[in-house]
């Protein structure tokens, strides 16, 4: 009965799964990893001699769930992707046999009730084709962005990732140097932090850069929190304004630079136009003066004719 009741809970499961005891053999594949697979219980449960291994991968060598014991071999665990081992748990990705479909499996030691022996391995497999496809065709337009990106540890001054648009605008790497990036640019990654505090994305931020090479280059920062393997983290899309900027510095020099030969040009004029309104002037003055001398000089000449 309770055999019964523990099968039946094991074949509705939403995640394919099954189980090897101490010898190697399957001793439980549920309903959902028979239509994964297309193996039927019936032709698995008993069989060793990897025959979980020979069913997924086509070859009969240790697998995933034989990492649970063995934590040195290097050249099994490269065959995953994403492989992570926590505690008694491993963690990995790795494509289907002949197929274009990526399973996740994780992997966990088996006690018995009162934990002090193991009993067995088991392994619950997810098809994570669909993810897997998103993340490549993430990649691909990612690595070929003619912008800056970079994805960033968001609590650990650490970058995951950054695509050749972004080394060749930085001058850093992931291999060279990385971490004067963040010691010359430390105020404003601080800056970024805040603001993603508050906001948890940031759009049209204008930043400077110092490259590898001490000069500064010029952008539009837009980044946002996303999650990776469950991990915070920050993804900087960067719009190259460098050629812009300095061009907007060279007009505002030559604005500047127009702007006092026109001031002092206007100056010269000014005074030019001064002095000739000086000297205008004073002829007025003359001229006015001997024009009251002569009025006055005939006023004169024309009261001693009628006197007479």
Same mark, same amino acid.
């Given at each position: ?83 992570? +081992? ?168 030559? +604005? ?28 007025? +003055? ?23």
């Amino acid at each position: 009965m309770i055999e019964t009741f523990a099968e039946i809970i094991l074949d509705n499961l939403p995640d394919a799964l099954y189980a090897v005891n101490n010898n190697g053999e399957v001793v439980i594949w549920n309903k959902k990893i028979e239509q994964l697979t297309g193996v039927k219980k019936k032709d698995v449960l008993g069989k060793g001699n990897y025959e979980y291994s020979y069913i997924f991968y086509g070859e009969r060598k240790p697998g995933l769930i034989d990492l649970l014991l063995d934590k040195t071999n290097k050249e099994l665990e490269s065959l995953y992707d994403n492989f992570k +081992r926590e505690g008694n748990t491993v963690i990995g990705e790795r494509k289907f046999k002949g197929q274009e479909k990526y399973l996740q499996g994780l992997a966990v030691i088996l006690y018995n009730f009162e934990g002090n022996s193991i009993i067995g391995e088991f392994v619950t497999i997810k098809d994570i084709t669909p993810a897997k496809e998103l993340e490549n065709n993430f990649l691909k337009i990612f690595t070929a962005s003619p912008d800056p990106i970079a994805i960033t540890n968001y609590n650990v001054a650490e970058f995951i990732n950054v695509n050749p648009a972004w080394e060749e605008f930085t001058g850093y790497t992931l291999k060279s140097n990385i971490e004067n990036f963040f010691y010359n640019n430390s105020n404003l990654i601080k800056e970024i932090i805040n603001k993603l505090q508050l906001e948890n994305k940031i759009q049209q931020m204008e930043i400077c850069l110092i490259k590898n090479d001490n000069t500064n280059v010029y952008g539009i920062l837009s980044c946002s929190t996303i999650y990776i393997n469950n991990e915070k983290c920050i993804i900087s899309i960067i719009k190259d304004i460098t050629k812009q900027k300095k061009l907007e510095e060279n007009l505002k020099m030559v +604005r500047l630079k127009n702007e006092s030969k026109i001031n002092t040009y206007a100056i010269k004029q000014n005074k030019k136009f001064d002095d000739i309104m000086f000297k205008h002037n004073k002829d007025i +003055r003359e001229s006015l003066n001997i024009s009251q001398h002569i009025i006055k000089t005939l006023s004169t000449l024309n009261g001693d004719v009628n006197a007479r």
